[in-house]
């Protein structure tokens, strides 16, 4: 875990960012770069392939959600995914 800006608490996240180790149930750091730049959005890996992942938002509105994004360590996932 990183140390948060205050330097006492812990994120409370643990993510993977090694594409190579990538696998089902990763909490991972994802971006949308088309639509926020690089603002940080949190997601679950529900399924990997060899050129990319399949990502959920954990959307309690929408939980079969997928999304397709890059096999990087942080994934980019082209805004027309999201919506």
């Not at 730049?37 to 990319?52: L, T």
């Not at 959920?56 to 994934?75: F, L, T």
């Amino acid at each position: 875990m990183q140390v948060m800006s205050n330097g006492t608490e812990a994120c409370p996240f643990a993510f993977n960012f090694d594409p190579a180790t990538f696998k089902v149930g990763d909490l991972i750091s994802y971006r949308v770069p088309d639509r926020f730049d690089d603002f940080p959005f949190v997601g679950s890996i529900v399924a990997v392939h060899a050129e990319h992942v399949e990502i959920s938002p954990n959307d309690p509105a929408n939980p079969g959600k997928r999304m397709k994004g890059s096999r990087e360590s942080r994934p980019v996932v082209a805004s027309s995914e999201i919506f």
